[in-house]
């Protein structure tokens, strides 16, 4: 199994930046397709960001898009979530997670298909 534990988030302002981290313990990451979601009380998760086990393949959200980075370093096995231009509607609690790919560079932007999932960080950008 894998365990993810998030790090990194916090209070910023708008149009301030932070540096989600996302490291893995129990199993090596290079075998899974990771991705970042997000969460509030009143919606469902919600995709973010997802790169596949080489890191060949990238998906982001429409309204992430330009702003965000999402990036992985299997040798630190550790996925990381670069915000930049932060906004207020990107408060959330960020969760990553972790999926066993169906093909290589397989990508998925449905939660269902992230087996393992770590327990979040809380982002709050104050506007």
């Known amino acids: 199994q894998v365990q993810l534990v998030e790090s990194g988030g916090g209070l910023v302002q708008a149009g301030g930046s932070l540096r989600l981290s996302c490291a893995a313990s129990?199993?090596?990451?290079?075998?899974?397709?990771m991705g970042w979601f997000r969460q509030t009380p009143a919606k469902e998760r919600e995709f973010v960001a997802a790169i596949s086990e080489s890191g060949g393949t990238i998906y982001y959200a429409d309204s992430v898009k330009g702003r965000f980075t999402i990036s992985r370093d299997n040798a630190k096995n550790t996925v990381y979530l670069q915000m930049n231009s932060l906004k207020a509607e990107d408060t959330a609690v960020y969760l990553c997670g972790a999926g066993e790919p169906y093909y290589s560079g397989f990508v998925s932007v449905m939660g269902a298909e992230y087996g393992y999932w770590g327990q979040g960080t809380q982002v709050t950008v104050s506007s």
């Open positions: 129990g199993r090596t990451i290079s075998s899974y397709a």
